[in-house]
């Protein structure tokens, strides 16, 4: 397949104004720019870093969604109500509940937007959390992050929509009613003035930033996280600065399983343990349900004292998950013929994980699970050889809190009044998830809040 190359614009083609300008290159800030410029809107793009896609780039399970055509297709029967009950429950019941309903409300709807624009998740598997098959990926079963981000580039770039990388806004321009009217600017070419009608923060969240984590979750300092760089929570601060109101800052999420031995920490996805995963310690037995809530599984990692954990898998669930294949390429994985090898490999309990397969196997043909009461991901016994493990540890994920929005994506001052002209939408706004993200909302997120924010601006644009 040949490979797809996105061209930026120019820092010098920047115009002096346009009707939206869009900060953040991620899912929410180019989903809100087709939306947007697909109602007439004359909009651009500003993301501060060379690569474009943000932490979007880096999900790889799925985009929940209930009661959509795919579902139905593979003989799901969902309902929206299952949906936002377990994801209130997943959240601790402090979701904001007006956004959880919108979410969930229009979760469907966008699965057929990105099909009707070449994005094709006809695939299912299940998170966390989760009843139901509800994660839409790829129909390659390919990490859905990487794709969906190439989806979108390809339609901005047939909508001749500019994009301008290495471009940082650093403040927010408001008129004497509190209005915002613009951005500046930093490019290589130097400071610069740009007006516009309305503003989205689409800028992701402050997973990567020591001051903001250290200042909100002083606990987690030492923690490594899964995110790129640039999640610094730029967006937060622009907001502050013009008197916006940010909530729930101290929920931040620890993802259960990343990899953090080396370098470089890389999320290993939740559909590992979607598609039949189990979770290990060094005594080679399970200690929880793999599928509870993201909280409740790393603090039962973290309670082992045990320098992480083993995530143990076939060639099945290699084969169904084919984000693997990637883990593999980077050195992440230990392979081997047999379960007794695998053991010796990674240094546990030979006869206990052999024994712990084999228990696990007959709850998975009969369905009943009576170690950890786990329900979901369990329709494939581990039983294909070669064998895998991936070490794993808890690690900064997702920041829950941010920029308090209404459903329609428009920003609220510390007042509880609108900002005019401002709007925020994805990891960069704060309510929808409550305590704890759900794995595959945050990709439903992006997309369902981005075309709100791009049909919110044209409306009150025009």
Same mark, same amino acid.
């Given at each position: 397949?040949?490979?797809?190359?996105?061209k930026?614009?120019?820092?010098? #083609?920047?115009?002096d104004n346009?009707?939206v300008i869009?900060? %953040?290159?991620?899912?929410?800030?180019l989903?809100a720019?087709?939306?947007?410029?697909e109602?007439g809107?004359?909009v651009a793009?500003?993301?501060?870093?060379e690569?474009?896609?943000?932490?979007?780039?880096?999900?790889?399970s799925?985009?929940?969604?209930?009661?959509?055509?795919?579902?139905?297709?593979?003989h799901i029967? &969902?309902n929206?109500e299952?949906?936002?009950r377990?994801?209130?429950?997943?959240?601790g019941?402090l979701n904001?509940?007006?956004l959880?309903?919108?979410?969930v409300?229009?979760?469907?709807l966008a699965?057929?937007?990105?099909?009707?624009?070449g994005?094709?998740?006809s695939?299912l598997?299940?998170?966390g959390?989760?009843?139901k098959?509800? /994660?839409h990926?790829?129909?390659?079963?390919?990490?859905v %992050?990487g794709y969906?981000v190439?989806? =979108? =580039?390809?339609q901005v770039?047939?909508?001749n929509?500019?994009?301008f990388n290495?471009?940082?806004?650093?403040? =927010?321009l408001q008129?004497?009613?509190k209005?915002i009217?613009g951005?500046?600017?930093?490019?290589e070419?130097g400071?610069?003035?740009?007006?516009? #009608?309305?503003?989205?923060?689409?800028?992701g %969240?402050f997973?990567a930033? @020591?001051?903001?984590i250290k #200042?909100?979750r002083?606990?987690?300092?030492n923690? @490594?996280t899964?995110?790129?760089?640039g999640?610094?929570?730029?967006?937060?601060k622009?907001?502050?600065?013009?008197?916006?109101?940010?909530i729930?800052?101290?929920?931040?999420?620890?993802h259960?399983?990343?990899?953090?031995?080396?370098?470089r920490?890389?999320?290993?996805?939740? %559909?590992?343990?979607g598609?039949?995963?189990i979770l290990?310690n060094?005594?080679?037995?399970?200690f929880?349900?793999e599928?509870?809530?993201?909280k409740?599984?790393?603090?039962?990692?973290?309670? =082992?004292n045990?320098?992480?954990?083993?995530?143990?898998?076939?060639q099945?669930?290699?084969?169904r998950f084919?984000?693997?294949d990637?883990?593999?390429?980077?050195?992440?994985?230990?392979?081997?013929n047999?379960?007794?090898?695998?053991? /010796?490999k990674?240094?546990?309990?030979?006869?206990?994980l052999?024994?712990?397969?084999t228990?696990?196997?007959?709850?998975?043909g009969e369905?009943?699970?009576?170690?950890?009461d786990r329900?979901?991901?369990m329709d +494939?016994?581990?039983e294909?050889?070669p064998?895998y493990?991936i070490?794993? +540890?808890?690690?900064i +994920?997702?920041?829950m809190?941010g920029? +308090?929005i209404l459903?329609d994506?428009s920003v609220? &001052?510390?007042n509880?009044? @609108?900002?005019?002209g401002?709007y925020?939408a994805?990891?960069v706004?704060?309510?929808?998830?409550?305590n704890?993200?759900?794995?595959g909302?945050s990709i439903a997120?992006?997309?369902?809040f981005?075309?709100?924010?791009?049909?919110?601006?044209a409306?009150e644009? #025009?």
């Amino acid at each position: 397949m040949e490979k797809f190359e996105f061209k930026t614009s120019n820092p010098d #083609k920047i115009k002096d104004n346009y009707d939206v300008i869009i900060v %953040g290159s991620g899912g929410t800030g180019l989903t809100a720019a087709i939306q947007a410029q697909e109602l007439g809107m004359d909009v651009a793009v500003l993301e501060k870093n060379e690569r474009l896609g943000g932490n979007t780039t880096r999900a790889s399970s799925g985009m929940n969604a209930a009661e959509s055509f795919v579902q139905l297709k593979h003989h799901i029967i &969902d309902n929206k109500e299952d949906f936002y009950r377990e994801t209130l429950k997943g959240g601790g019941l402090l979701n904001d509940r007006e956004l959880l309903h919108y979410f969930v409300d229009h979760s469907a709807l966008a699965i057929s937007w990105l099909e009707e624009h070449g994005i094709d998740l006809s695939d299912l598997t299940i998170t966390g959390g989760m009843s139901k098959k509800r /994660a839409h990926r790829p129909a390659s079963k390919a990490a859905v %992050g990487g794709y969906l981000v190439t989806g =979108l =580039l390809k339609q901005v770039q047939a909508k001749n929509i500019p994009v301008f990388n290495n471009t940082l806004v650093t403040k =927010l321009l408001q008129n004497d009613e509190k209005q915002i009217t613009g951005v500046e600017v930093t490019t290589e070419e130097g400071r610069k003035t740009i007006h516009a #009608k309305a503003v989205l923060l689409a800028t992701g %969240g402050f997973g990567a930033s @020591k001051d903001l984590i250290k #200042k909100y979750r002083p606990d987690l300092e030492n923690y @490594k996280t899964t995110n790129q760089p640039g999640a610094t929570g730029d967006g937060l601060k622009l907001a502050s600065d013009v008197s916006a109101q940010l909530i729930q800052m101290d929920f931040v999420q620890v993802h259960p399983t990343a990899q953090t031995d080396g370098e470089r920490t890389y999320l290993i996805g939740e %559909g590992v343990r979607g598609e039949g995963a189990i979770l290990v310690n060094k005594a080679g037995k399970r200690f929880v349900n793999e599928l509870n809530t993201r909280k409740v599984v790393s603090n039962a990692i973290t309670a =082992l004292n045990e320098d992480g954990a083993y995530l143990i898998f076939d060639q099945g669930v290699k084969d169904r998950f084919t984000a693997i294949d990637f883990y593999e390429k980077v050195g992440l994985v230990e392979k081997a013929n047999s379960i007794e090898e695998l053991a /010796a490999k990674i240094g546990i309990n030979e006869d206990n994980l052999a024994k712990t397969l084999t228990t696990w196997n007959k709850a998975v043909g009969e369905h009943k699970d009576t170690q950890f009461d786990r329900t979901t991901g369990m329709d +494939h016994a581990l039983e294909k050889a070669p064998f895998y493990a991936i070490h794993i +540890h808890p690690a900064i +994920h997702y920041t829950m809190g941010g920029i +308090h929005i209404l459903p329609d994506t428009s920003v609220l &001052d510390e007042n509880g009044n @609108k900002i005019k002209g401002l709007y925020a939408a994805g990891e960069v706004s704060g309510g929808l998830h409550g305590n704890n993200r759900i794995g595959g909302n945050s990709i439903a997120e992006t997309v369902i809040f981005g075309r709100e924010a791009g049909m919110t601006m044209a409306k009150e644009i #025009k």
